[in-house]
T-cell receptor, first 114, second 112 residues
Framework: NAGVTQTPKFQVLKTGQSMTLQCAQD?????MYWYRQDPGMGLRLIYY???????DKGEVPNGYNVSRLNKREFSLRLESAAPSQTSVYFC?????????????FGPGTRLTVT | GENVEQHPSTLSVQEGDSAVIKCTYS??????FPWYKQELGKGSQLIID?????GEKKDQRIAVTLNKTAKHFSLHITETQPEDSAVYFC???????????FGKGTTLSVSS
């Protein structure tokens, strides 16, 4: 039981490049989330998916797109990376909705945009 | 919208001492308050949570208290150990359970 896995662990992009962050969970959870974590800012929700086939914007969605590929996988895409998107990105999943129970976090992807 | 303030941002204690981290929230309809621990280079892990119908919850050396009237909740760690060193995040949900807002985190350092 691997829990929540994320790839890659580290990535450096040039401004304007695109990339997709991958996330998968093996706990059969309905809900999945993407957060970004910046120094002194805590965790901020980018997008979430309450169930397979649905996605919704969180607090800071601009510059990102997501895809809930199936129940296991939830990807985050940066179409044209900007230095302001330099951050650590965490994927999480939960059995119930975001505010109802435990969320399980992946190990994070550290992204630097130059 | 909901706002969660967390204090202090950094906390240094000696091994064996107690540590207290406090959070306040703005939405009186919030009903779920989890605490997460993030160790260096890892994702956050739930360590304890409390719901609005309970005033206090304990799990070994960790306890959380909730004061709904004052809209604040606190994490208490007793007999701290070096392995307690980490970043701790509080969070609060809205009543509908559709959003979880995190505090900005507290870096706890326990020295032996």
């Amino acid at each position: 039981n691997a829990g929540v896995t994320q790839t890659p662990k580290f990535q450096v992009l040039k401004t304007g490049q695109s990339m997709t962050l991958q996330c998968a969970q093996d706990m059969n959870h309905n809900s999945m989330y993407w957060y970004r974590q910046d120094p002194g800012m805590g965790l901020r929700l980018i997008y979430y998916s309450a169930s397979e086939g649905t996605t919704d914007k969180g607090e800071v969605p601009n510059g990102y797109n997501v895809s809930r590929l199936n129940k296991r996988e939830f990807s985050l895409r940066l179409e044209s990376a900007a230095p302001s998107q330099t951050s650590v990105y965490f994927c999480a999943s939960s059995e119930a909705g975001q505010g109802r129970g435990e969320q399980y976090f992946g190990p994070g992807t550290r992204l630097t945009v130059t | 919208g909901e706002n969660v303030e967390q204090h202090p941002s950094t906390l240094s204690v000696q091994e064996g001492d107690s540590a207290v981290i406090k959070c306040t929230y703005s939405d009186s309809a919030s009903n779920y308050f989890p605490w997460y621990k993030q160790e260096l280079g890892k994702g956050s892990q739930l360590i304890i949570d409390i719901r609005s119908n309970v005033g206090e919850k304990k799990d070994q050396r960790i306890a959380v208290t909730l004061n709904k009237t004052a809209k604040h909740f606190s994490l208490h760690i007793t007999e701290t150990q070096p392995e307690d060193s980490a970043v701790y995040f509080c969070a609060a949900s809205n009543q509908a359970g559709t959003a979880l807002i995190f505090g900005k985190g507290t870096t706890l350092s326990v020295s032996s």
